[in-house]
Each structure stands twice: as C-alpha cells, then as structure tokens.
C-alpha cells in the first residue's frame, strides 16, 4: 500500500516554531503536497516538493527526502490563525492519497 | 478562485434513497476528483475524471458511481444511500495535467444519511 503517516495532534506556543513530520513508503508517489485545512473549511494548497530538500514560501517551508520516504512542514512565527488541521498527500499519474491531517493548536 | 461550486452545500436523506452531488468548474480543468472525508481518516479518493466520459475509481467506490458528461460538470451519485455514506464530500480540480499540480478544492457537501 501506499500508507502516509502523520501526528495526529501538536501543539505549539504563539511565535515559535513548529515541524510537522509526514513519513510514506518510498515507492508509488512522485511528489509530496501539504495542505491547510480550517475548521469546517475546504483544504486549501499550501506547498509541494517533488526533489529532495527544502521549498520555503515566507513562513512556511516544506521538506523532501525521497530514500527515505520522510517530509516535513516548518511553521515560523507561529499566528493564533495557523490552528487548523495540516495534510501531507503524496500524488502519483494525477492521483492523490492524503494522510489522516495533523491537528495543529496555537496557543497564546 | 479556482472557480468550483458544490450543490447542495447540505442534504438530509433518509437510507434508501438516490443522492446526487454535483461539482462545477468553470476554468476548463482536465483532472475533477471526490472525496470523503470523515473524522479520523482524512480525505479519501472516491472517484476521479480525466477527461469527457473518462473516469476511474478510487480507493472508496464501492456504492458510489460518477459521470462526466461536459468538462465543467462532474456528479456524484449513491444510488441508495446508507447511514455509512453520511460524510462530508469535497469535490477537487486539479490545475494542469502534470502531478506536480496542487489541487483545489470546493466548500464542500454536508451530507446525512438518516
């Protein structure tokens, strides 16, 4: 199969910083996407990897390594709105399989 | 905007019944998907549409079919809905034709299956 595996749970401290680890077997997918998802809310596209190492967009950075089927999301200078529920979905031939999401409080 | 509604946004249903979820684009995108998603597991692929009457199934079909008749519309339909069916579904584009696409996603149906 194709399992992802995330935490399901973090909780982390306004202004800190945060790693939310995302692991899969290494065969079967060609890139690794995150996803935020508020609340009663559609997710919404936050990053993608598809070579090893690190992609940062402004607060957020997203990390590859494919030997060893592992990724993480970074979250700086964490904001009270950063609590939501973050995906990690490995894609492969325009299919996509999603991890269960990590739960993700911010607290003052 | 990626340009995609769901209808209806909620539905209460009793067991037995046919349901049909519709999802609409406007942007001409090749790739729609249909999720599930439940709490604990995520979002699950149902169905998923390549292209005008070309469609395949996921890893949660069973009890699901799907058609694809014009590019903007992708529908959904349980034949005869069961309680396991209640679920929020979420209906996606994908923008391109390469993996490396993210997809987006519509607000979602709330449906229940009483």
């Known amino acids: 199969g194709q399992n992802i595996d995330q935490p399901t749970e973090m909780t982390a401290t306004e202004g800190a910083i945060v790693q939310i680890n995302c692991t899969y077997q290494?065969?079967?997918?060609?890139?690794l996407f995150w996803y935020q998802q508020h609340a009663g809310e559609a997710p919404t596209f936050l990053s993608y990897?598809?070579?090893?190492g690190l992609e940062e967009k402004g607060r957020f950075s997203s990390f590859l390594s494919r030997s060893k089927g592992y990724s993480y999301l970074l979250l700086k200078e964490l904001q009270m709105k950063d609590s939501a529920s973050y995906l990690c979905?490995?894609?492969?031939?325009?299919?996509?399989?999603f991890g269960d999401g990590t739960t993700l409080t911010v607290k003052p | 905007d990626a340009g995609i509604t769901q209808s209806p946004r909620h539905k209460v249903t009793e067991t037995g019944t046919p349901v049909t979820l519709r999802c609409h684009q406007t942007?001409?995108?090749?790739?729609m998907y249909w999720y599930r998603q439940d709490p604990g597991h995520g979002l699950r692929l149902i169905h998923y549409?390549?292209?005008?009457?070309?469609?395949d199934k996921g890893e949660v079909s069973d009890g699901y079919s799907v058609s694809r008749s014009k590019t903007e519309d992708f529908l959904l339909t349980l034949e005869s809905a069961t309680s396991s069916q209640t679920s929020v579904y979420f209906c996606?584009?994908?923008?391109?034709?390469?993996?490396?696409?993210?997809?987006?996603f519509g607000d979602g149906t709330r449906l229940s299956i009483l």
């Open positions: 979905a490995g894609t492969n031939a325009g299919k996509s399989t």
């Open positions: 290494t065969s079967g997918f060609n890139g």
């Open positions: 990897n598809v070579l090893d």
């Open positions: 942007e001409n995108h090749r790739y």
């Open positions: 549409s390549y292209g005008v009457k070309d469609t």
């Open positions: 996606a584009i994908q923008e391109g034709t390469y993996s490396n696409q993210p997809q987006h």
